[in-house]
């Protein structure tokens, strides 16, 4: 490129300086990065001592109450194993909120098609029977949950644009149709009439994934939301279409300005998100059912929501605010079982803690006097110096 | 001379991005007096009065009013003070009628509930007094205009306002409602208001304002007598050149054309022409400077260009091909590079890399890629250079741009634009806000690239300094159209341009005749 070393000449005109002589830059980035450590053990501190206080007054042993859901999780080689099967939804539906949330659009389908990606492959396993190996069943098992949810997320993403219908409200409206329909697929085509509860006949072992690590019976499941955690961790920062998606996300103007397809980008990212949603309800009820029974909305949308703000959209962290979210789960299971509190107050626990770690700004006001701080004092030396 | 009924000491505003808006200004109203206030856009007038009116706070300065200092926190102790402003953009509830629009804030109660009938009353008491012709059980809705700025006015008034401010009021009205606006300043005066008439339109400033205060860049060129004034003496206090800025430079040897801009009209939602048809051609080797005050339709030409917004009418060829139809890549493949107004807004993305905004225009091709994935290690390099090259002052290329400097910031966006190997660079504000060692350098490697890669740049700039200086030829926007044209930028006075960029003057199509 011809015209670049004419600008280099340009430049060298002025006295050279080094342009990485920037400490405070470099500090106020090390800041950032250690406030956010401070930040969640902060919110965890203070969640689990508003627990203990509310706890003194409506429970005879409330520090037994807080150990257990402390460390109750970790008390059993099976509770570990329980937090990690959570996690595996849990991961799923946070990737694929990480693509909504990428390009700014929050779609929030991914609840329904949870569910009906589920209901979709009982279905067609039940259809199907023994007749194809494991090998076959599970990746076609993925294939059809995906298409399912790339579907379904092409209502409220093609009305976003074309009808300029509010995303967040048809998709949202959207879920109560289609849990609806999941419901009435299981009630009409697939009852097993034989048992007490309102559930499938049992799904084919072909398409039961085994269990792993003996006494912990961690289904494989996790093994596919490790892979695709990768794989989309690669997409995000080593392909075109995720450096695409970042851009258009963080600033849909500027993308429009460098010449990128800001709305076909958009969409496609949310298609992506709607098929890694699917891809999430085949895999639990593959990895953690042997019926479809889900005869109400799961939630695990909404949770994929709470982990990708965990993980502050990037998918690479995704895993951490699974297990995290997981292990604040089982505690409350834990608790519920072995203790004299009611489930309600289980979720306020919960509920705080999970604010407090995914509020943004909470101690910002602390993180703002340490940068400003540190920039007082590197203006100081500095004026030291010339003297 | 008459008692001073508001005095504004010593000034100071610093936005927190470092802009200083206001930079030691002093004025001061005497009763029964309309005052105008002008300057350019940008000048600080609008901040100045936010300020009066406690939407904004200053860094240092004073407020006397009738002779007490007073601090004025919010708009509500201003109203209470006596301050009254009317907005640019009116502040209505149109739903409303006017009564109850008028009494918001102060509204009449009676029993514990709304008295609409002494609200009217009160309405219509205020508005016959000073001579103000609207009906108080009318729909705000149902409203003209100049209506409507009448409520305004009522408004502040029935709050006992006695220092009113009215923003650029007349921009919005017709010849005939702004008579009957000035009649009604008039009365105001004449009854004990006084009046602060912000306002680039000169012949109205000399016509019903007694004492004009100019601002230019944030400081206070002083107050006058208008009696003291003409017209061509206001523009020059207005637009005068602060520092004179040279740049060397050969002279231009414009080649073959690049951007040939052919009658181009565009219309805005309310069908209005924001640019009028405007016909000119940059070659190869030359800068085409566009002067002009803002808002005349300098954005929206840009906007063109850059294919960010359609186009009515007309035609842009750029190195012979129509940009009618196409999208931005096609647009920046065909050779078009876009220094944007707003570097927050159209020119970087703050939360992502000093590397993704570098390389934003060009990490789609095929250079840049290996097989399916970028190519990380090519990229870094590229961008470490650029980072090198134009001094971009950070720790590394992961950075994000949001926690640079705004000249550093423009630094990105430039290293960006610069390189993309376009022959076309659309430089809208390119240095605003920024140092003056980076202002600098864009300049110089404006005029450098034009001499010896022979690109062809349009500059569009409110910074006089930078349109004389940096381009061969300059051409005046106003009101969408272009009106003057002059074939040597750094020959042209500055008094000269500010005529012809308040429209004192305009050139006729014979006059600019082969400039274009």
């Not at chain 1, 994929?304 to 605010?321: D, E, H, M, Q």
């Amino acid at each position: 490129m011809s015209e670049v070393k004419q600008t280099t000449e340009a430049v060298k005109e002025k006295p050279q300086m080094d342009p990485r002589r920037s400490g405070v830059m470099q500090r106020t980035q090390r800041i950032e990065a250690m406030m956010e450590v401070v930040r969640i053990i902060a919110g965890m501190a203070i969640a689990y001592l508003v627990a203990l206080l509310i706890l003194i007054a409506i429970s005879d042993d409330p520090l037994f109450i807080v150990k257990q859901f402390i460390l109750g999780p970790f008390s059993s080689p099976r509770r570990i194993g329980s937090i990690i099967n959570l996690a595996v939804p849990f991961m799923l539906c946070g990737l694929s909120m990480c693509f909504m949330y990428a390009v700014n659009k929050f779609n929030l389908i991914g609840e329904s098609i949870f569910m009906l990606a589920g209901c979709i492959v009982t279905w067609l396993g039940l259809a199907i029977g023994n007749s194809l190996p494991m090998a076959v069943m599970v990746p076609l098992m993925l294939i059809v949950g995906a298409i399912v949810g790339a579907i379904l997320s092409f209502i409220p993403a093609i009305m976003d644009r074309k009808l300029n219908a509010n995303v967040v409200v048809v998709s949202l409206m959207l879920n109560a149709v289609i849990a609806q329909l999941a419901i009435y697929i299981l009630r009409y085509f697939m009852r097993d009439p034989g048992i007490s509860f309102i559930g499938s006949y049992e799904t084919p072992d072909s398409m039961q994934l085994p269990t792993l690590f003996g006494k912990m019976k961690v289904g494989s499941g996790i093994i596919i939301a490790v892979i695709l955690v990768i794989v989309i961790s690669i997409l995000f920062y080593k392909t075109a279409f995720g450096w695409k998606m970042r851009l258009v996300g963080s600033n849909p103007r500027f993308a429009t300005a460098v010449g990128l397809s800001t709305l076909g980008i958009s969409f496609a990212a949310q298609l992506a998100g709607g098929a890694l949603a699917g891809v999430a309800g085949a895999t639990e009820i593959m990895n953690s059912y042997k019926r479809f029974q889900w005869t109400a909305s799961t939630g695990h949308g909404f949770d994929g929501l709470l982990v990708a703000v965990l993980a502050k959209r990037n998918p690479i962290l995704v895993p951490i605010g699974a297990l995290f979210l997981a292990y604040v789960r089982i505690g409350a299971d834990v608790v519920n079982t072995s203790g004299d509190i009611p489930n309600e107050f289980i979720s306020v626990i919960q509920g705080i803690i999970i604010l407090l770690v995914a509020a943004e700004s909470f101690l910002s006001g602390f993180k703002n006097k340490l940068i400003f701080r540190s920039v007082q004092a590197e203006k100081a030396a500095a004026q030291k110096d010339t003297k | 001379m008459a008692e001073e009924v508001l005095r504004m000491q010593g000034i100071t505003k610093i936005y927190p991005n470092g802009f200083m808006a206001n930079k030691d200004i002093t004025f001061g109203i005497g009763a029964n007096e309309i005052h105008a206030l002008v300057g350019e856009n940008g000048a600080g007038k609008t901040t100045l009065m936010k300020i009066l009116f406690g939407m904004e706070d200053c860094q240092e300065g004073k407020i006397f009013i009738n002779g007490n200092e007073v601090k004025i926190a919010n708009p509500l102790d201003a109203i209470a003070k006596g301050v009254g402003m009317v907005h640019q953009h009116f502040m209505l509830l149109p739903s409303l009628t006017v009564a109850e629009n008028v009494v918001l804030g102060v509204e009449p109660m009676k029993n514990g509930l709304f008295d609409f009938n002494t609200a009217v009353k009160n309405t219509q008491e205020i508005a016959d007094k000073y001579n103000f012709k609207v009906d108080a059980t009318a729909k705000v809705s149902t409203l003209s205009v100049g209506q409507m700025q009448k409520v305004e006015i009522l408004k502040a008034l029935i709050k006992g306002a006695k220092i009113l401010i009215l923003d650029e009021p007349t921009a919005v009205l017709t010849p005939q409602e702004t008579e009957e606006l000035f009649e009604q300043l008039f009365n105001l005066r004449d009854s004990g208001v006084s009046v602060i008439f912000i306002s680039h339109k000169l012949e109205e400033v000399m016509r019903i304002c007694s004492k004009v205060t100019v601002l230019r860049r944030g400081e206070c060129m002083g107050t006058y007598d208008t009696a003291d004034l003409d017209e061509s003496k206001i523009s020059r206090l207005m637009v005068g050149r602060d520092v004179i800025l040279k740049i060397e430079k050969e002279d231009p040897k414009p080649a073959e054309p690049i951007l040939e801009i052919k009658n181009l009209r565009r219309f805005n939602s309310f069908g209005k022409a924001v640019i009028d048809g405007i016909t000119f051609t940059v070659r190869s080797g030359e800068v085409v400077g566009i002067a002009g005050v803002e808002g005349n339709g300098q954005t929206e030409l840009s906007e063109v260009l850059a294919g960010l917004a359609p186009f009515a009418e007309g035609d842009v060829v750029l190195n012979g091909k129509s940009i009618r139809g196409m999208s931005v890549r096609q647009i920046r493949d065909a050779g078009m590079a876009y220094i944007a107004e707003d570097r927050m807004v159209e020119g970087c993305s703050g939360e992502m890399s000093i590397e993704m905004n570098i390389m934003a225009d060009r990490f789609t091709k095929s250079d840049y890629k290996n097989g399916l994935f970028i190519n990380s290690k090519k990229m870094r390099e590229e961008t470490e250079r650029l980072i090198d090259e134009f001094e971009i002052l950070c720790d590394n290329a992961d950075q994000p741009v949001r926690m640079l400097s705004g000249g550093n910031i423009q630094k990105v966006v430039v290293a960006r634009e610069f390189t993309s190997g376009a022959n076309f660079i659309l430089a809208n504000q390119p240095t605003r806000g920024i140092d003056v060692g980076t202002a600098e350098m864009i300049r110089k490697t404006i005029v450098r690239k034009s001499r010896e890669e022979g690109t062809c740049t349009v500059l569009i700039s409110a910074d006089l300094n930078e349109v004389l200086e940096c381009s061969d030829r300059l051409l005046v926007m106003r009101k969408g159209k272009v009106v003057a044209a002059f074939p040597k930028a750094n020959e042209v006075s500055e008094g000269e341009l500010g005529e012809y960029m308040l429209g004192l003057k305009t050139m006729t199509p014979e006059q600019m005749e082969g400039l274009l």
